[in-house]
């Protein structure tokens, strides 16, 4: 079973999107699960603009030239450590025993791999108000250092979007990061 659920957690979708930008948003807040077990509030990653990647087990490579390319970029100009980068997996298909424990070990197994902290949404949390994020793509979000959402994209970014993200990144860094054609 773990053989599965590892090759379907690499499984890539290819969506359409939508998105909202600069949406002026309050903070919003949220307590979810850390791979480890432990309650973890989103609030406690405030204080510097945070990158939010929330994805289902069918849509952690939608983006992935997005991740590549916001780590790559965070080397060139040295701002590793100017933006959060939090990822949440939306395991709420596999909130029963055995396959929470299944999934729990393989997130803990990627958290190791990546280097990015991975909260678990085991109940749906994201995915109802406030956040109402689809629970069956990768969603990109890009909150400023109060916790206000300033965009937000659900799918695989084409090139107009991965614009657009690095546009209000750099804006939040004080840093130009223009987003390179993808070949």
């Known amino acids: 079973m773990k053989a599965w659920l590892t090759g379907a957690l690499t499984v890539t979708l290819a969506t359409t999107g939508a998105s909202a930008q600069g949406s ?79 999934a729990l070990s393989y997130v803990k197994d990627e958290e190791k791999k990546v280097g990015v902290p991975i909260l678990v949404d085991l109940e749906g949390t994201l995915g109802g108000p406030p956040w109402a994020l689809p629970k069956k793509t990768s969603t990109v979000m890009l909150m400023d250092a109060a916790g206000a959402v300033v965009y937000r994209y659900s799918g695989k970014l084409d090139e107009a979007e991965r614009k657009a993200f690095f546009e209000a990144l750099s804006k939040l860094v004080g840093k130009d990061l ?6």
């Open 24 to 102: 002026g948003s309050s903070p919003l807040e949220a307590t979810l699960q850390g791979s480890d077990g432990a309650q973890a509030s989103l609030s406690k990653w405030r204080g510097k603009p945070v990158i939010l990647f929330y994805e289902d087990k069918d849509s952690t490579q939608l983006n992935g030239a997005l991740k590549e390319e916001l780590f790559t970029k965070g080397q060139q100009h040295g701002l590793l450590e100017a933006a959060w980068v939090v990822a949440v997996a939306n395991l709420e298909k596999f909130n029963f025993f055995p396959a929470r424990q299944i």
């Open 178 to 183: 223009k987003a390179e054609p993808q070949l």
